[in-house]
């Protein structure tokens, strides 16, 4: 499955990129992230991280790692071990005084048990309602940051 999403948050484009290329920032956003730990890499693009999800089926690992990288415009993450495989590529831009941030992402139900693994339309829906609610938050937690910045 592929799903596009976009959202405008009232902040400066470079503090939404900074918060969304530290993927150590997701469990406070992405209602099914418990934990997300860097395992190595000392710059973005060669960054591998532990991410812990809560799933319907239960808890979930995958490793992943910053697959693309462009300086206060662009990054991506995609998992290379795990269930559920998954590309989230994140685009900022400015608009009208404030920052377009464009989610698209891939992922499928791969290694999931029994029935889940089956659901697709319908899961598929859930999902992307899922996600443009997470983005909705994650906007909530940068303009609320932002605001108290210019205090």
């Given at each position: ?17 900074d ?15 418990e934990s997300?730990?860097l395992l190595e890499g ?6 591998i ?5 809560r799933l ?6 995958n ?5 693309a ?9 995609t998992?290379i ?9 994140y ?11 464009q ?10 048990p029994?029935?889940a ?12 309602r ?6 909705q938050?994650?906007a ?7 605001r108290f910045?210019d205090?």
């Amino acid at each position: 499955m592929t799903f596009h999403l976009t959202t405008t948050i009232a902040a400066p484009p470079q503090t939404v990129f900074d918060f969304v290329s530290d993927l150590r920032t997701m469990p406070r956003w992405y209602s099914a992230v418990e934990s997300v730990h860097l395992l190595e890499g000392a710059t973005p693009l060669t960054a591998i991280y532990r991410v812990r999800r809560r799933l319907p089926t239960g808890n979930a690992e995958n490793e992943v790692q910053t697959s693309a990288y462009v300086p206060s415009t662009e990054v991506a993450f995609t998992s290379i071990t795990g269930p559920t495989p998954f590309t989230y590529r994140y685009r900022v831009s400015p608009i009208s005084g404030r920052t377009q941030l464009q989610l698209d992402g891939s992922i499928t139900t791969a290694g999931l048990p029994g029935p889940a693994g089956l659901l697709g339309p319908f899961a598929e829906q859930l999902f992307k309602r899922g996600m443009q609610d997470n983005l909705q938050q994650l906007a909530s937690i940068i303009e609320r940051a932002s605001r108290f910045a210019d205090q």
